[in-house]
């Protein structure tokens, strides 16, 4: 489990090897989609804390807010599940308010600015009132933009029978409940940035059932979700790799977190 150049799933043939491509994205973008954002889409939003929770779950720390609307589905579930990580960690030292996508849009290009991820901004170029699709590079970028150290672990291949990938499912049971958690099941934990081929979603906790574990996630392509989805294991065979962002809990000086981007690969 060695740091590696990220995972890049844009367009990759399954003759490629990953660790030799050159950029480092897993977003699927195809053509880039260069229409105009038409103002700012605000978000139906609830916190966990309001979630129903039983003796089985496990969640992430209750002040972390969900996001879902239909008004930017299908370009900006990046930023929308941003949103949702960044309002776990609020207050930070230079953010008191979860940002609007258009804030979002702005940090990433202040973070390549400042020399974070030269590929990805060489690919992407600029992205402030464009609807071009981001993945967990870029908000590893934006994090890292607000002084959060942010890390980046891929699962490059099924580990499991018929393509499903319990290295994932383990991994995230054992974030969740490396710690204590309170009597309706709150942890301290930040909640997870999952990404896959074309596509990512918002883990905020599991449920361990005496024969089986889900992981919940939120989708913000979900109009009006009140309660998060049950990703079961058999579910994971939908797409050939993973990652998951995680971040650190405390606030870092922006000059310590580095600005090429490494990944831990599982296995």
């Known amino acids: 489990m060695d740091p590696a150049q990220v995972i890049d ?12 491509m050159k950029h480092t994205k897993i ?3 195809g053509d880039y989609i260069r229409n105009r954002v038409a103002g700012p889409h605000h978000a139906e939003t609830i916190r966990v804390e309001d979630l ?20 930017d589905r299908g370009w900006a ?18 953010l008191n308010t979860v940002p609007q996508v258009i804030e979002l849009q702005q940090m990433l290009e202040q973070a390549w600015n400042a020399g ?8 992407l170029g600029r992205v402030v009132n464009t609807r071009k699709w981001i993945g967990a590079t870029e908000i590893y970028c934006i994090l890292a933009h607000l002084g ?8 490059h291949r099924a580990t499991g029978a018929n393509g499903t990938h319990p290295a994932l499912f ?32 918002t883990v905020v906790g599991v449920e361990m059932a005496e024969e089986s574990v889900s992981v919940l996630v939120f989708d913000p392509d979900v109009p009006a979700a009140r309660t998060p989805t049950r990703f079961l294991l058999s579910h994971t065979k939908n797409a050939q790799q993973y990652q998951i962002v995680y971040v650190d809990s405390e606030p870092h000086n922006v000059a310590q977190i580095p600005k090429t981007i490494s990944s831990t690969r599982i296995p």
């Open 9 to 20: 799933l844009t367009g990759s043939s399954d003759n490629e090897d990953p660790v030799a």
């Open 27 to 29: 977003k699927a973008i």
């Open 52 to 71: 129903a929770s039983t003796p089985s779950t496990v969640l992430c720390t209750k002040q972390t807010q969900l996001y879902s609307t239909t008004r």
């Open 77 to 94: 579930c990046g930023y929308r599940n941003c949103q949702m990580l960044l309002s776990s960690l609020i207050p930070l030292p230079i």
């Open 116 to 123: 974070f991820d030269p590929d990805g901004c060489a690919q």
């Open 148 to 155: 959060v150290r942010a890390h980046i672990v891929d699962f």
């Open 170 to 201: 383990t991994w995230i049971v054992e974030y969740f409940t490396s710690g204590s958690k309170d009597e309706r099941g709150f942890t301290n934990k930040h909640p997870l940035y999952l990404q896959h081929q074309g596509h990512s979603r």
